[in-house]
């Protein structure tokens, strides 16, 4: 019997050792975002970082860093050297250098739904040559946008006219600085690290942001107003782009996995950001604000802002050199938001499974791979 136990114990041994390189030549991938927090583009990341190891059998793993090894500033830099293999990258902060990319996410700043946002946006800039040579120019692969909630405005003081907001220091982003200057304040460039102090220090006296933001930054600490017309969205969160050099390093097969995975996690994050910002609103208390009925004046303020955003940023396009072909860019994204309306009114968009379904099927599966590199 000792014998027989023995040679169990030599067969399990050897097969610990057949098993150990495989596990021995796995690669740990840096994925970053700026911003630290338990929230939904949180978690869409640590989604990413497991589908790339279950789908790699552990050949790649992830490590993601939230919120301490690049912030969002530092990241399309941190992709392009190498400091992270995948980057969370918002390329409004970049504005220069994704002149086309931003176009198309100031098209669609005022359509307020995220996941055909999410979808239109996504397959726009994967059959998007122009689009596509931005981001190699950078030494980066894109796999996707994510698109998060509404924006709403939040203030110190409560408002009761449009007049109110004249002169105020308002934190706008991308085309909401516009609205800033229809209201005649004034449009501050605060990163969203730097938003908390800067309410406190009175740099700031209100902010166009997402009720996520209000908890993940406890901005309840210096704001108390949050007014409950929705402004706008970004579409232009591109949470898993990826250094341009590492991709080339990988496989067809593993491509096809960090793509899906991508795919996945960006579904998830669209639809959970949306549920999430839902349930914040609802309970508003617990975030030391109140939410608020927008003032007639305000919310018509909004409402034109809306009404007449897409014409403006494509006219404004037609006479900036930077950007060739801009009418026809702008029909064609203006078609792909039609056409996703009517794929996702077929299916439960609250729904993180039928959303990523529909994004595979539409737009994932029928990437040429080469395009990208």
């Known amino acids: 019997m000792r014998n027989v136990k023995r040679a169990f114990a030599a067969a399990a041994l050897g097969m610990a050792a057949m098993l150990a390189p495989v596990s021995a030549q796995a690669e740990e991938v840096r994925i970053v975002m700026g911003a630290s927090g338990d929230g939904a583009l949180q978690r869409g990341m ?52 994704f002149p086309l990319t931003n176009y198309a996410i100031d098209i669609v700043a005022t359509v307020v739904e995220p996941v055909v946002v999410g979808g239109a946006m996504t397959e726009f800039i994967f059959t998007c040559e122009p689009c596509l040579a931005e981001f190699k120019r950078r030494n980066q692969a894109f796999t996707g946008f994510a698109v998060v909630s509404s924006y709403v405005l939040m203030s110190q003081t409560l408002l009761e006219d449009v007049s109110d907001l ?23 460039s605060v990163n969203v690290g730097e938003v908390y102090e800067a309410l406190s220090s009175g740099r700031l006296e209100g902010n166009i942001h997402l009720w996520d933001i209000i908890k993940s930054y406890s901005l309840g600490d210096h704001v108390e107003y949050v007014y409950d017309a929705p402004i706008g969205i970004y579409g232009g969160n591109s949470m898993f782009n990826i250094n341009l050099d590492f991709w080339k390093s990988l496989s067809p097969e593993n491509k096809r996995v960090f793509l899906n995975a991508a795919n996945e996690a960006l579904a998830y994050a669209t639809v959970e950001y949306t549920a999430n910002d839902r349930k914040l609103a609802e309970n508003a208390a617990d ?64 729904n993180v499974d039928a959303v990523a379904k529909l994004y595979q099927e539409q737009i994932y599966d029928k990437v040429d791979l080469s ?3």
């Open 46 to 97: 640590n989604l990413f970082a497991e589908k790339i190891e279950e789908g790699t059998g552990g050949a790649y793993t992830g490590k993601v860093f939230a919120g301490t090894l690049l912030s969002y500033a530092e990241t399309t830099e941190g992709l392009t050297n190498g400091t992270a293999q995948i980057g969370y990258m918002v390329p409004a902060y970049v504005r220069g250098e």
């Open 371 to 373: 395009t990208l590199e």
């Open 287 to 350: 975030l030391n604000v109140k939410e608020v009925a927008t003032p007639a004046s305000i919310a018509e303020s909004i409402d034109l802002f809306r009404e007449n955003n897409i014409k403006e940023v494509i006219a404004a396009a037609q006479s900036d050199d930077t950007i060739p072909d801009a009418k026809d860019h702008g029909d064609r994204l203006l078609a792909l938001i039609e056409k996703w309306r009517g794929l996702v009114a077929g299916i439960d968009s609250k």
């Open 166 to 188: 004249k002169g105020m220091k308002i934190r706008g982003f991308s085309a909401f600085n516009k609205l800033v200057g229809q209201w005649d304040a004034s449009a501050i």
